[in-house]
């Protein structure tokens, strides 16, 4: 009998780990979850290396080696978490040539105090493609409105982006912008489009949480826990419109590549939802789900996968949004106040990732 997650996979969902170690790395337990629990990818980011290192595990031996090399925080940082990423790109080797490049992806992200760095964000992200040198990595940018210049101009190089920190609609039609400006670049530079690959990380959980406290506020709580859905099968709507292009078409046909729309931010932190909802809820063909271990072990368990739950749900999603309106809660607000919370939050954890770097390459001297 197919399990919950592999389901998902044949609907069309590509389950990405939002989570990676060295641990799971050498232990063989990141290569086990590929045939075990249909995973095809995997997501970092500052917080999740920051709870790697933390822990220690199989770091000791390169931060001492680093340490008697005089290496910087910021130097150990670079050299722990590429090879890392190195190190699972090869695990997942085989799922990215079987995908043709759509899977098979690893993802690590720029310094997140780049946020609003245009320039600083295009060096470091041709940096660590150049560092971990694996066609399957995936350099994460947010979607901030300098972000935006900085997509465009690693496309256009011919390097994979991840965009992350989407939370409007309105800045996802941004995003994908940026995406076919640089894809133009590259063709205009005759790069093989086919190579180049991206996804658009769609914030789903978080939204909900902030609506949900202003909800309250203003006196409707039987608003709750609907926002965040809607938001996200509207961004899937974007994708297909924006993909449907007689402009986008033409680069189709040139070789180029949709940017698939990832749904992150997965994990439910209101404890009164189902454990699975936004994954369950976010079915659709060429979606890619990013989850936290614990969302998609629920999902595995107990997880009911329709064949869709987004496509046939459009009207559905502008009735809840008109409702949220109409109460007084303002979804503009909210989703501008969480890019800036998102990247503040990042920032916090790279600082926490700097402090533990510095202290274990301290007590390796």
């Not at 040198?133 to 300098?146: F, G, H, L």
């Not at 086919?194 to 959980?205: D, L, P, Q, R």
């Amino acid at each position: 009998m197919t399990n919950p997650l592999a389901q998902l996979a044949e609907n069309g969902v590509s389950i990405w780990l939002d989570d990676l170690s060295r641990s799971r790395i050498v232990s063989g337990g990141l290569k086990d979850l590929i045939a075990s629990r249909s995973v095809s990818g995997v997501t970092t980011n500052p917080t999740i290396f920051a709870g790697a290192l933390a822990k220690g595990e199989g770091y000791q031996a390169q931060v001492a080696e680093l340490a008697s090399a005089g290496a910087s925080a910021t130097e150990a940082i670079f050299e722990i978490t590429t090879k890392d990423v190195a190190d699972a790109c090869d695990i997942f080797a085989d799922v990215y040539h079987s995908s043709a490049g759509f899977d098979g992806r690893v993802s690590i992200e720029v310094e997140p105090g780049l946020a609003f760095d245009a320039a600083g964000t295009i060096a470091q992200a041709k940096e660590l493609f150049a560092k971990v040198n694996r066609e399957n990595v995936m350099i994460k940018i947010p979607a901030t409105k300098e972000g935006l210049a900085a997509i465009t101009a690693v496309i256009a190089e011919g390097i994979s982006v991840n965009v992350t920190l989407i939370f409007s609609l309105a800045r996802y039609r941004e995003v994908i912008a940026a995406y076919i400006e640089g894809v133009k670049q590259a063709q205009a530079k005759g790069l093989d489009l086919s190579k180049i690959h991206s996804v658009a990380s769609f914030f789903v959980s978080r939204v909900d949480t902030e609506i949900d406290k202003q909800l309250e506020s203003v006196g409707h709580p039987e608003l709750k826990s609907q926002a965040a859905l809607a938001n996200a099968r509207l961004a899937y709507e974007v994708f297909e419109q924006e993909f449907a292009s007689a402009d986008w078409s033409e680069l189709a046909a040139a070789g180029a590549n949709v940017q698939r729309p990832l749904m992150a931010s997965t994990g439910v932190k209101d404890p009164n939802l189902p454990d699975t909802l936004y994954v369950t809820e976010l079915v659709a063909p060429q979606l890619v789900n990013t989850m936290p271990e614990k969302t998609m072990e629920a999902v595995f368990d107990h997880g009911v996968v329709p064949n869709a739950s987004i496509t046939n749900n459009y009207e559905n999603a502008r009735e809840v949004l008109a409702a949220v309106a109409a109460a007084g809660v303002s979804l503009d607000q909210a989703t501008d106040l969480l890019e800036k919370e998102g990247v503040d939050k990042f920032i916090v954890s790279w600082n926490e990732l700097v402090q533990t770097v510095s202290t274990a390459l301290e007590g390796a001297k």
